[in-house]
């Protein structure tokens, strides 16, 4: 019996290939974030804060970053989980944000934004962040305090330069004014040399 399996050819397996159906094009992905730069950078624990049954949930643990636009200089906080990068934290950092202790805690900051932009809660929010230590959430405030100044300064700045177009026009109209009132006494001359010509013909 032994001889006979010995003899028996093994069958080779056929190599089939498929050619599919439908060519799929590799599609680029933007995550909004190619034209800007992140100024800060640090890992924490994201939570908001639900009313309805007033208590604090987990939104995520990730990378806060504090993003600045290339072109505008607007700085932005934005938060992606681990492993999903869904984003549980989106909005600008504006003037009117304040960074308050949690309760019994020096590593973690409560603050109220008007607009959040995440994936799953957008709108008003009570947010709470928790770092590691102290010395991670005392760098966050500094960093967070630094971009509500430079929003703030970006906003005054268009104000100012509209003063400055102001005063170029009004500048401009005053010469078109003197440019006129010379050119009538440059007129008003030539009358009165030719009135004086045809009285002493």
Not at 26 to 36: G, L, N, P, R, Y
Not at 62 to 90: F, P, S, V
Not at 101 to 112: A, E, F, I, K, L
Not at 141 to 169: I, R
Request: aromatic fraction near 6%; glycine fraction near 2%; proline fraction near 2%.
């Amino acid at each position: 019996m032994s001889d006979n399996h010995e003899n028996v050819a093994v069958e080779e397996e056929a190599e089939v290939h498929f050619e599919p159906i439908v060519k799929l094009e590799a599609v680029q992905v933007k995550t909004h974030e190619e034209d800007e730069t992140p100024i800060f950078k640090m890992r924490a624990k994201l939570f908001r804060f639900v009313k309805e049954s007033n208590e604090w949930k987990e939104r995520g643990t990730g990378e806060a970053r504090l993003m600045q636009h290339k072109e505008t200089k607007k700085i932005r906080l934005l938060m992606r989980r681990d492993q999903t990068h869904k984003i549980c934290a989106n909005h600008y950092v504006t003037s009117d944000m304040t960074l308050t202790p949690n309760v019994g805690s020096d590593r973690s900051w409560v603050w109220n934004v008007t607009s959040d932009s995440s994936d799953d809660c957008a709108g008003a929010q009570t947010l709470a962040i928790r770092f590691a230590n102290s010395d991670n959430a005392a760098l966050f405030k500094e960093a967070f305090e630094s971009a509500q100044k430079n929003n703030a300064d970006l906003k005054v700045k268009p104000t100012e330069d509209k003063k400055e177009e102001k005063v170029v026009e009004e500048t401009k109209s005053e010469e078109k004014e003197e440019t006129k009132s010379e050119e009538k006494k440059e007129e008003t001359k030539a009358e009165e040399k030719e009135e004086k010509k045809e009285e002493s013909a």
